[in-house]
T-cell receptor, first 109, second 115 residues
Framework: KNEVEQSPQNLTAQEGEFITINCSYS?????LHWLQQHPGGGIVSLFM???GKKKHGRLIATINIQEKHSSLHITASHPRDSAVYIC???????????FGSGTRLQVQP | DAGVIQSPRHEVTEMGQEVTLRCKPI?????LFWYRQTMMRGLELLIY????????DSGMPEDRFSAKMPNASFSTLKIQPSEPRDSAVYFC?????????????FGPGTRLTVT
């Protein structure tokens, strides 16, 4: 079983829809990252979380440490949100980052 | 600021050749990370430096890979000898704060093809 599981793997939405991407992990962590990879390949760090909730524009990220789960929400989705969203965790026991396999999101106009 | 700069953007080489990838982090950042991305394995952290010192290289696949950071503004990732299975996109990222628990800024990546 992978240490970091993302769901869904693929997601197609209509413009304007509310989108949720999930990340579950099996290890104790000190931080969780959400990354966005554009179709051209560039990677942008969206959030770094260690507890609670963060909001940036239409993006909201939450984490529940007890349940070992994080969600990334996109409100009022737009075709430019089409990208691969990747979750990564910093394991408390290791000096490393473990990545999920990513969620490919396509928002149709 | 120009962001993280990587060179070359594309590299095609023959098996057995030495390959050197270069990275210039954002000025003032204290941590630098090298990642590899393949279709099969996704994103993997290879090695990271805090204040020019390698902290963890457990992600480096084998002895053919080596990384250096001679100063705060430059790092290299070298593969010698290269093999076809090294074909991947290699990303460099930097962070203003030491460690893995802080926001990272990624470079555009170097696409390496080993034939």
């Amino acid at each position: 079983k992978n240490e970091v599981e993302q769901s869904p793997q693929n997601l197609t939405a209509q413009e304007g829809e509310f989108i949720t991407i999930n990340c579950s992990y099996s290890v104790g962590i000190s931080a969780l990252h959400w990354l966005q990879q554009h179709p051209g390949g560039g990677i942008v760090s969206l959030f770094m979380l260690s507890s609670g909730k963060k909001k940036h524009g239409r993006l909201i990220a939450t984490i529940n440490i007890q349940e070992k789960h994080s969600s990334l929400h996109i409100t009022a989705s737009h075709p430019r949100d089409s990208a691969v969203y990747i979750c990564a965790v910093k394991d408390t026991g290791r000096r490393a980052l473990t990545f999920g396999s990513g969620t490919r999101l396509q928002v149709q106009p | 600021d120009a962001g993280v700069i990587q060179s070359p953007r594309h590299e095609v080489t023959e098996m057995g050749q030495e390959v050197t990838l270069r990275c210039k982090p954002i000025s003032g950042h204290n941590s630098l990370f090298w990642y590899r991305q393949t279709m099969m394995r996704g994103l993997e952290l290879l090695i990271y430096f805090n204040n020019n010192v390698p902290i963890d290289d457990s992600g480096m696949p084998e002895d053919r890979f080596s990384a250096k950071m001679p100063n705060a503004s430059f790092s290299t990732l070298k593969i010698q000898p290269s093999e076809p299975r090294d074909s991947a996109v290699y990303f460099c990222a930097s962070s203003p704060t030491t460690g893995l628990g802080y926001e990272q800024y990624f470079g555009p990546g170097t696409r390496l093809t080993v034939t």
